[in-house]
């Protein structure tokens, strides 16, 4: 086995409060500068700019996770990660049917710019995509699942959009055997407030916005690797988050 360096939460200029530098060779290069080596992009509720993502993490040695933030009815954070590329573009699309369509306002939001592999706008996202959907927290991992997929909270440890700071505890229901702190100094403060994290598998991420935000490699899982291939790590990191880093 061997260490894995990873960030799970990483935002494209395709997220409206994402800094239009946030393009997918520019993340590639800075989480590769930063010694990273499994990267997820995750913008919200769409994965429309990870195919190019993936284009451009192949230039730099990077293990691609395609993803999306979704916002759910109640206004919380999920994390919900594809170990293939077409699982979440297929996901991306079952997505679309519980958006509430509001027109972006780039001046007030921010742009929303989608890109091909060579960091080309191919396009622009018209409708907000940071604003809930109508999916609610019960219903989110089912839909995950149903295309292969795993979903967990985001920035359990943040008041906006966190899921303790909207429900008031880690909920037992439904059953996340994953969560994710902004801070991970502060695993054992928090499974220590809240009992229902005892035995839920703890990740730490950026949920970067800006180049900047890309931290230094410090947080790792171990993975076999061997025959080694990048299909090989992707696939021994989803059998190790399906089963909640046991």
């Known amino acids: 086995m061997n260490r894995y360096y990873y960030d799970f939460h990483v935002h494209s200029c395709l997220s409206p409060c994402a800094d239009n530098d946030m393009t997918p060779n520019n993340i590639a290069g800075m989480a590769a500068l930063a010694g990273l080596q499994i990267v997820a992009l995750t913008d919200h509720n769409s994965a429309r700019n990870c195919p190019a993502f993936f284009e451009a993490a192949k230039k730099q040695g990077i293990i691609p996770v395609a993803g999306m933030e979704l916002t759910t009815a109640e206004d919380i954070h ?61 219903q989110a991992p089912a839909l995950v699942e149903e295309y292969h997929g795993i979903c967990y909270p985001a920035h359990i440890d943040r008041e906006a959009n966190g899921v303790i700071a909207t429900l008031g505890t880690f909920p037992q229901s439904p059953p996340f055997s994953l969560a994710e702190l902004h801070d991970g100094a502060r695993k054992e403060e928090y499974r220590g407030r809240y009992p229902t994290l005892s035995d839920v598998g703890i990740l730490v991420g950026s949920d970067a916005h800006y180049l900047w935000d890309i931290r230094d490699r410090e947080y790792f899982l171990l993975l076999e690797d061997e025959p080694y291939s990048s299909d090989l790590v992707r696939h021994n990191l989803f059998k190790a988050l399906r089963g909640g880093l046991q």
Not at 121 to 134: H, K, Q, R, Y
């Open 78 to 138: 999920l994390v919900c990660l594809f170990e293939e590329l077409k699982d979440a573009l297929r996901f991306n699309d079952a997505v679309d049917s519980y958006r509430i369509r509001i027109k972006n306002r780039t001046d007030i939001f921010g742009e929303q710019i989608l890109m091909n592999g060579e960091d080309e706008p191919i396009g622009v996202e018209e409708d907000l995509l940071s604003n809930a959907t109508t999916l609610t927290i019960e």
